[in-house]
C-alpha cells in the first residue's frame, strides 16, 4: 500500500528514539565510528532536505544551515582521529542503520515525484515550493537533529580520544543550536504535507479473485495513484505510451463502471453509519450516480469513433464483397500497440469496488447477473471502517478528475488519426464509409469531458461536507487543492476549517504511529 510523506517521518523518529536508548561499548573505536558516520549521514539527509541548489531562503534558515556546516564539519574532523568505515557499512549497520534507512526512503518518495531529468511527474511534486512546505520539514528536521545531537554526546562522553571528543562537544552544541532554530523556524508548517504520497510506477497490479477483500480499499487507493499519474503524464505529453482513442474509450468505460459501484459503496456505508452521517453519505451516493451518468454521456460521444491507429474498439464492418476480394480492394485491419496500462489500471480499480459489493468472484466480463450485494457490515470492515471507505471514494474522484482534465490534450494528439462512419455527417460525395471527424465532432469529445469534471468536484465536495460527521481525514484533500491549482485555473474542493480540525487535533505533526517498512535506499547524492 501507498507509503505517505508523515508515516516515514513518524519511522524515522521512531527508529532514532530507540537508537538513543542503545548504549555503545566505551572500548570499540569501530563502533563509535560507525555512530558518527552514520550520525553524519544523517545530518546530510536533513541538509539535503532543506535546501535544494538554486533555492533562495530567508535568514533564519540560513542560521539552521550555518549551524548544520558547523555539526557536520566537526564530525568529519572528529571521524579522522576514529577507525575509516565502510560506506556499505554505514548504511545498514549498527543502531542508526535503520533510521539512516528510513531518512533515505524520505528522500527518495519526493524524488520519486519527478522523473531522471527533474520534470515533475505527478501534480504533488512542486507542493515543496511554499514556505509553509519548507516549515513542514523544518519541524521533523528539529526532532531529528535533537536525537543526533543526544547520540552524539552520548559518543562523546564514551568515547576514549580526547581529540574527537572536543570536536564532537562542538557538534552536539552546534546541533543542539539548529534544532532550536528549526522549531522556531517551522512554526507555520503545512499539516497537509504528512500525506504526500509515494509515486507509483504505471504498472497494472492485476485484481484477482483469490485477493483478499481486507485489502481492496488500499489497493484501489493505490490504482488511483496511478491513474492520475498516467493522467498528469498525458496533459503535459510526457507519457512512454500516449493514449490512443481505444484506451480512452475503454477507460471511460471502466471509469463509468466504477462510480457507479463506488455510489453503492456509499449506500452500504449509510446503512451502517450514524443519522447525520448516514443521510449525508446517501447525498454523496446520489452524487457518484451522477458522475456516473455523465461518464455514460462521454461514452456515447466517442459511439462510432474510431482511431485507425489502434482500432480496437470499432463498429462492427459487413464483409468485403466478392469483387472487392478478388481485385484486391480489402486490406487487413491494422492490430495497433498493446494497450496502455492505463487501460488495465481502470479495470482493475473497478474489479476491486465491485468485489467489495459482490464478493471475489464477480467479473463483469462473464455476462451472468452479478450476485446479491454482501452485507453492509462485511463490505464496511474490509473496507476499513466508514471513514476509510469515505477517503476510498474520494481518491476516486480526484483520479477521474484528473483523466477528465487531461483527456482533451489526448484527444487533440490523435485527432488526425480519429474516424467515423455516422451518416448524417458524412461529407457530400465521399466515396468511402469512414471519413475524418469534423471539427465541430472533436470539439463535441474534448467538450464532454467538462461535465465529468464538474460531476466528480461535486462528489467531492459532498464527501468534504460530510467529513466531520464521518470522521475522514481531509488532509490529503488540502493537499489536493494545492496540487491542483498547477493542473487547471479550476478551482479543486478544499477541505472546510471544522472538516480539518478534529483531524489534525487528533493527529499532531509529531505524532508517533506506528512502524511502517520504509524502502530500502541510503539516499546520499541525491538531488530532490
Known sequence: MTVTLGELYDVVHHRLERAESVSLPGD????????????????????????????????????????????????????????????DIAANGGALGSAVEASGAVIDLIRGHRDGTGAPVTPY??????????????????STLLSVSRIVHTVSRTLGNHNASIRLRTAYTSLQYASVQARHTGAGADPALAAFPQALPLTPVPALPTDPLSQDAGRIRDDCERLSRAAYETLHGRCAQPLSGSDLQLIIRWRSLGTMLAGRLLVQAAAEAPNEAGTLLRSCADLFRSAARTWRDVQESWDRVVDVDDPQIRPRLPKPSYDMVRQGQTFRMPRGADPHPAVEIARASTLRVGRLLFGGGWDPDSGSRPPGTRTAPDIVADSGGIAELAQTAYRLTVADWRIAVAAPRAVTAIEHRLLTDVPEHCPPGHPYRFYQLHGHQLERLRNSFQQVCAAQQAAAQSLLAAAPAIGMDTRRAALDAAAHRHITARTWAPPSASASAPVLAARGMNARGPAVPAPTSHGKGVRL
Open 28 to 87: 570499540d573505536p569501530f563502533a563509535h565510528a560507525l555512530a558518527l558516520a552514520q550520525a553524519g549521514t544523517l545530518v546530510g539527509h536533513v541538509h539535503l532536505l532543506l535546501r535544494r541548489p538554486g533555492e533562495r531562503v530567508d535568514a533564519a534558515t540560513d542560521d539552521t544551515f550555518r549551524h548544520l556546516q558547523h555539526a557536520r564539519r566537526a564530525l568529519d574532523g572528529a571521524a579522522r582521529w576514529l577507525p575509516a568505515v565502510d560506506p
Open 125 to 142: 511534486a512542486l507542493a515543496f515550493t511554499t514556505r509553509s512546505a519548507r516549515a513542514y520539514h523544518l519541524r521533523h528536521a528539529s
